[in-house]
């Protein structure tokens, strides 16, 4: 009665929504740091953590769209 299976489209869902907002909360967090009356940081500190963030995000969405376009391309010599 309670073996239900689980989709592979659910379990992207359930998956997803739960580290997207992992994630979120994680940056708000991270956000929390900004304040200067509690800490001490440079620019150079602010780059250098948000460029580490962007490249990983970046990384993460080529492997989605990676998987898109393989489906549709075709090699060809002009």
């Known amino acids: 009665m309670g073996n239900v299976q689980e ?3 659910d379990k992207f869902v359930r998956l ?3 580290r997207t907002n992992k994630i979120i909360d994680m940056i ?3 956000g929390n740091c900004s304040n200067q ?3 001490e940081y ?3 500190d602010v780059t250098k953590i ?3 963030i962007q490249a990983e995000l970046d990384a993460a969405k080529k492997r989605f769209n990676k998987q898109e376009s393989q ?3 075709k090699f060809k010599l002009d």
Do not use: N, P, V
């Open 50 to 52: 948000f460029s580490a």
């Open 7 to 9: 989709t592979k489209r």
């Open 28 to 30: 708000q967090l991270l």
């Open 37 to 39: 009356s509690q800490y």
């Open 16 to 18: 997803a929504e739960a």
């Open 71 to 73: 489906k549709g391309s």
């Open 42 to 44: 440079t620019q150079k």
